[in-house]
């Protein structure tokens, strides 16, 4: 099992930034099997792709929505990925959610593993 634990969530202004962690444990958890990433979803929208990075660090991807504005980095001595929000606008607004999987299910497929979600507003 991998557990997955998001934190960093809040209400911010358009404009602003905020930093997302999730750090990642469990029995069957291994950074040489398993890659992270970030997923989102609005109120009345389906759960979509943000960010995925692999544990080396060497592979990102990003939704063309957010490129330029977020940064998904790891702390591999902490287990934890983060995502670094900047330029916020309105319609980044969603629950963001912490997936484990292998690093091409989590850019085209859906991962096994969920963290329990934070929630980002951003105000206009």
């Known amino acids: 099992q991998v557990q997955l634990v998001e934190s960093g969530g809040g209400l911010v202004q358009t404009g602003g930034s905020l930093r997302l962690s999730c750090a990642a444990s469990?029995?069957?958890?291994?950074?040489?099997?398993?890659?992270l990433g970030w997923f989102r979803q609005a109120p009345g929208k389906e759960r979509e792709f943000v960010a995925a990075i692999r544990w080396s660090g060497g592979s990102t991807s990003y939704a063309d929505s957010v490129k330029g504005r977020f940064t998904i980095s790891v702390d591999n001595a902490k287990s934890t990925v983060y995502l670094q929000m900047n330029s916020l606008k309105p319609e980044d607004t969603a629950v963001y959610y912490c997936?484990?999987?292998?690093?091409?299910?989590?850019?085209?497929?859906?991962?096994?593993?969920w963290g329990q979600g934070t929630q980002v507003t951003v105000s206009s």
């Open positions: 469990g029995r069957t958890f291994s950074t040489y099997t398993y890659s």
């Open positions: 997936a484990a999987d292998a690093f091409l299910r989590l850019t085209t497929g859906v991962p096994d593993y």
